[in-house]
């Protein structure tokens, strides 16, 4: 059997995870999400949210604290055993430490979640009606604005074609009700005010010494001379509304789940890639 050492050598650094032991007893444990498989652990679920979510994302997507370990190749290829050995011994000299207070148990949970998180939930779990799902993303939930699936709806926001082939359900669902949220870089909010007065609100996609690329919720770009504009202001928040969780019953929210799940399902592996939800 492969040492861990052997194992980091083989596969480089992918997990710099956990918080800080003192910040574990201090997390408070997301509520559990309808639709969860029964094959999940709840307490792989409160112990990964609460231990590892704040570096890796609530779906394992990664942050600007931790690399992405839902979607990773090398994460998905290593064995249970490894996983477990690495967030019970962690990385020396690096951000990865030992979480030696958790039980074999307990990392066991963890990894059972992680795995979940990387996939491995079986869509026929789901029990949400994946045909109302594609009903509410280009209808009520208005998602289309913004994303697109297999081509059809919104460019301002990810392609969400292929989202949910490496992420659970209780994981997408999350990232759907999840607020606040911080945009990732490239898509946060800016409004400029040019000096006739114009006023637009969109995505700053390139920015020089001289001139500004904003890209409005339309899918417009807006090519403007720096010497043209008034003011530029970043804005706090995402453009994805804050308020899934009021907007839409539980029962949409699993169908909205299910669509994203079954239609990412249906893409071959090969060609999957590891876009954010954001």
Do not use: W
Request: aromatic share 6%; glycine share 12%; net charge neutral.
């Amino acid at each position: 059997m492969l040492t861990i050492r052997k194992v980091l050598d083989t596969f480089g650094l992918f997990l710099i995870l956990l918080v800080p032991q003192n910040s574990f007893a201090q997390a408070k444990p997301a509520a559990s999400s309808q639709g969860e498989s029964n094959s999940v652990s709840p307490s792989g679920r409160t112990t990964f949210n609460a231990s590892c979510a704040a570096c890796h994302g609530l779906d394992g997507r990664g942050s600007d604290k931790a690399v992405n370990i839902g979607a990773s190749t090398r994460a998905q290829g290593l064995s249970d055993a490894q996983l477990a050995g690495i967030i019970s011994n962690g990385v020396p000299g690096t951000g990865m430490p030992a979480f030696r207070t958790l039980t074999p148990v307990q990392v066991d949970a963890i990894v059972s979640y992680l795995r979940s998180l990387q996939g491995k939930d079986a869509v026929g779990t789901l029990s949400g009606d994946a045909n109302r799902g594609r009903e509410i993303f280009f209808g009520k939930g208005d998602c289309s604005g913004c994303h697109s699936i297999a081509g059809q709806g919104g460019f301002i926001g990810p392609d969400l074609t292929e989202y949910g082939a490496t992420s659970s359900a209780p994981g997408i669902r999350d990232e759907i009700v999840r607020s606040p949220r911080t945009p990732r870089p490239g898509y946060r909010i800016a409004q400029v005010v040019t000096i006739k007065g114009d006023r637009l609100e969109g995505l700053i996609r390139n920015e020089d010494n001289f001139s500004i690329q904003l890209q409005t919720k339309d899918g417009s770009f807006h090519l403007l001379r720096k010497i043209d504009v008034q003011s530029c202001e970043n804005r706090d928040g995402s453009l994805m509304p804050p308020n899934y969780g009021e907007r839409l019953s539980p029962s949409e929210l699993d169908d909205l789940v299910s669509y994203l799940m079954k239609t990412a399902n249906k893409v071959a592996p090969s060609t999957k890639k590891q876009d954010d939800f954001e």
